[in-house]
């Protein structure tokens, strides 16, 4: 059990619903540089679009780069809301109650996030049309249905339309609060929302199998989208990306960049929407032993796809561990990797004063989403980087342009914009959750015995 206050309804729905329902400058001074980064994002889509892909980094060899690090990174982080809000929901793990709907928000936003990038990539954005229809009936020009790029698409929209489901589903009980608490506009808005909640005995039970039952439904679905996003190079007969290892190996990176991620927007939240009494150092010690377990795994697949390449004695296969490892750039990129992703952070995880403090957490969790996009870059770039022989093949080697490093900042900012926009139109912390929470606090005396009602409620 994890030991909170006791709060009444009237003060968790009036704290919960302080930033939604009353102005405030802390969301203006948040959302102002990031809407500012995010202009500058599709400035710079519009000059690509305008002067071509020549503004990005590309070379001969190097035509995947920095956009599909990005859709790939985004892919994984948005694993956030099935592995914090599905497995903890199945397991009924009480600390879950104020993290769940943020962990939902950022898988959301994150999906968001991934699938403009590879739109950006393809250059001509209103061609990608064209992926859904045949492009040329009068030639007979058809896609190839055996590409896992086909199923990128139907993968990256169930797992959304999974998503929106689930929060929606989590929010009906709120909306339905923030209607009675709200006026004017945002009441008829809610009043719409909430599709006529009431809280009766048959809808609570209806809300409560639902609840259960679409997470069970939504854990094969996290197996299927990053399983297919792992295709997209493991079916490649490029060196460094054809490898059996990749679909369990990136489920781990997922898993480990989901969790990090949502600790970083748990912490950050706290901060922004002054929310200590409902997130608490507790909350804090339980995402940090999460971030510890899926570090180990994801440690594990580091080094066994190293074994893997390196043990087949394939003469291309050392030679890019060779470039990533010894030869710049990649060299002191793979250090700051490595550093930024386990041995910094881990230690601070592993001690109890870091792993309570919101501030060591927040940059544990922060560094290890920087050194996961950074494993990305290397899994994309390094691979078709290498310089075989025939010196003809290009010119340079493959370097980041300014353009490049905007789009990449402009997903980030997108991504945080998009929370702080939901965390203002609704409670990203939910107030009903956290009720159910107090109700199953209570101690029940059961014959000589008393037990705390959410054993009770488990048992049942």
């Given amino acids: 059990m994890i030991a909170r206050p006791l709060l009444g309804p009237t003060e968790i729905n009036s704290d919960l619903l302080a930033f939604v329902l009353k102005r405030t400058k802390r969301f203006y001074v948040a959302a102002a540089p990031l809407t500012f980064i995010c202009l500058l994002g599709a400035l710079s889509i519009g000059l690509m679009i305008w002067y071509g892909l020549q503004l990005l980094g590309y070379n001969n060899t190097v035509y995947w780069a920095v956009p599909i690090t990005n859709f790939i990174f985004w892919v994984g982080l948005s694993q956030a809301g099935i592995m914090v809000t599905s497995i903890l929901r199945l397991t009924r793990a009480e600390w879950r109650r104020p993290i769940t709907r943020i962990a939902d928000v950022v898988s959301l936003f994150a999906l968001c996030a991934a699938g403009i990038f590879p739109i950006i990539h393809t250059g001509r954005m209103w061609r990608t049309a064209y992926w859904i229809f045949p492009y040329d009936f009068t030639h007979q020009v058809w896609p190839n249905?055996?590409?896992?790029?086909?199923?990128?698409?139907?993968?990256?929209?169930?797992?959304?339309?999974?998503?929106?489901?689930?929060?929606?589903?989590?929010?009906?009980?709120?909306?339905a609060v923030a209607r009675d608490y709200s006026t004017g506009w945002k009441r008829s808005m809610y009043g719409l929302l909430s599709l006529g909640w009431r809280g009766t005995t048959r809808q609570w039970r209806v809300h409560v199998q639902a609840s259960r039952l679409l997470?069970?439904?939504?854990?094969?679905?996290?197996i299927f989208v990053h399983s297919i996003v792992s295709w997209d190079l493991a079916m490649a007969i490029v060196p460094g990306w054809h490898?059996?290892?990749?679909?369990?190996?990136?489920?781990?990176?997922?898993?480990?960049?989901?969790?990090?991620?949502?600790?970083?927007?748990?912490?950050?939240?706290?901060?922004?929407l002054k929310l200590q009494d409902y997130i608490r150092k507790e909350h804090l010690d339980c995402l940090s032993r999460c971030l510890v377990a899926t570090a180990s795994g994801w440690l594990f697949f580091n080094l066994v796809e190293m074994y893997f390449d390196l043990f087949s004695r394939d003469p291309l296969e050392i030679a890019i561990w060779n470039l990533r490892l010894l030869i710049g750039p990649y060299k002191p990129l793979f250090i700051c990797?490595?550093?930024?992703?386990?041995l910094v952070p881990i230690p601070l995880l592993l001690w109890d004063r870091t792993?309570?403090?919101?501030?060591?957490?927040?940059?544990?969790?922060?560094?290890?989403?920087?050194?996961?996009?950074?494993?990305?870059?290397?899994?994309?770039?390094?691979?078709?980087s290498y310089k075989e022989g025939f010196t003809f093949m290009w010119t340079s080697s493959y370097t980041w342009h300014p353009v490049e490093y905007l789009i990449t900042l402009a997903g980030f900012s997108t991504v945080i914009l998009g929370v702080i926009l939901f965390a203002k139109l609704f409670p990203i912390v939910s107030p009903w959750n956290l009720k159910q929470g107090q109700i199953l606090k209570r101690e029940l005396r059961i014959g000589r015995a008393r037990i705390a009602a959410s054993m009770r409620a488990e048992r049942g």
Avoid: C, K, Q
């Avoid at 139907?154 to 709120?174: E, H, R």
């Avoid at 990797?337 to 386990?342: D, E, I, K, P, S």
């Fill in 337 to 342: 990797y490595f550093l930024a992703g386990f």
């Fill in 215 to 222: 997470p069970a439904f939504m854990l094969p679905v996290f």
């Fill in 145 to 175: 249905i055996r590409s896992a790029l086909i199923w990128d698409p139907a993968a990256i929209v169930t797992y959304m339309v999974g998503t929106v489901i689930s929060i929606y589903l989590d929010l009906l009980p709120d909306l």
């Fill in 355 to 384: 792993r309570r403090n919101p501030l060591w957490l927040f940059i544990a969790s922060a560094l290890i989403n920087v050194a996961l996009w950074i494993e990305r870059y290397f899994l994309v770039v390094t691979p078709l």
């Fill in 243 to 272: 490898a059996t290892i990749f679909a369990p190996y990136f489920i781990m990176d997922a898993i480990h960049s989901g969790v990090a991620a949502v600790t970083t927007t748990v912490i950050g939240l706290m901060w922004l």
